[in-house]
């Protein structure tokens, strides 16, 4: 099994700017004028142009809203060195949202990105993972 993680856009290019910048991704194709693929991470990540006000979900019906808003589901990228893709990530336009936290022996820090889709860098322990 593989993973793509699909990331709602209102525009495009701005999208493609921003995670090239902030990430370091590759664009590697435009599909239809509506979906940028971007490479450079463990997982392909496809942005979609959706535009603002349009349906997310039928029922209930919800709109897309491309301010800042929570979703149960966010992304992690593990860096090897958080101080510097933080310095990045706001470089490029990242909105910072928490300092950097210790956790079980890693440092994480979160941001949203300008369209409100919320992410985190994280550097794990010396043994690649949380300890116990």
């Known amino acids: 099994m593989n993973i793509i993680i699909n990331i709602d856009v209102p ?6 700017d921003f ?3 902030a990430l370091g991704l590759a664009h590697a194709r435009t599909l239809d004028d509506d ?5 450079g991470a463990s997982a392909t990540i496809y942005l979609l142009c959706k535009p603002a006000g349009s349906v997310a979900i039928k029922a209930p019906p919800v709109a897309r809203d491309f301010t800042r808003h929570w979703t149960p589901v966010h992304f992690d990228l593990v860096v ?13 336009g990242a909105n910072p949202e928490t300092g ?4 079980r ?10 369209f ?12 690649g993972t949380y300890r116990n």
């Open 35 to 39: 979906v940028a693929e971007l490479r």
């Open 105 to 114: 022996g890693s440092r994480c820090v979160s941001f949203s990105d300008p």
């Open 19 to 21: 995670y090239t910048r």
């Open 100 to 103: 950097h936290i210790d956790w």
């Open 116 to 127: 409100g889709n919320g992410f985190c860098f994280i550097q794990f322990a010396e043994n």
């Open 11 to 16: 525009d495009l290019e701005r999208g493609i």
């Open 80 to 92: 090897d060195d958080v101080d510097a893709a933080a310095a990045r990530a706001i470089a490029s």
